[in-house]
Nanobody, 114 residues
Framework: QVQFVESGGGLVQPGGSLRLSCVIS????????MGWYRQAPVNQREWVAD???????NYADSVKGRFTISTDNAERTMYLQMNSLKSEDTGVYLC????????WGQGTQVTVSP
């Protein structure tokens, strides 16, 4: 079973930046699109961005131009660089394939607040 370990979250002021990491137990980058998702306290889990090994990326409209997804295949790690953070970006960020196929990890909490 593929497992995901997310890290890098924290408390940041509006306009700040964070870089999230997702370590994946198996190298599946060349098989599946890999995605970041987030879940706010009162919302359903939403897709944020995804990437494939050919370099193609997709972003939700709400984060386009502010977030950048990338991978380090050798390290089995996926990243999400988040800039110009807004309060509405607050939530637990999780990674999985896109669409999701495996059990979710614990996620990493991102809180954007003055």
């Amino acid at each position: 079973q593929v497992q995901f370990v997310e890290s890098g979250g924290g408390l940041v002021q509006p306009g700040g930046s964070l870089r999230l990491s997702c370590v994946i137990s198996e190298n599946i980058f060349s098989i599946f699109r890999m995605g970041w998702y987030r879940q706010a306290p009162v919302n359903q889990r939403e897709w944020v961005a995804d990437v494939f090994s050919d370099g193609t990326t997709n972003y939700a409209d709400s984060v386009k131009g502010r977030f950048t997804i990338s991978t380090d295949n050798a390290e089995r790690t996926m990243y999400l660089q988040m800039n110009s953070l807004k309060s509405e970006d607050t939530g637990v960020y999780l990674c999985n394939t896109s669409p999701s196929r495996y059990t979710w990890g614990q996620g990493t909490q991102v809180t954007v607040s003055p």
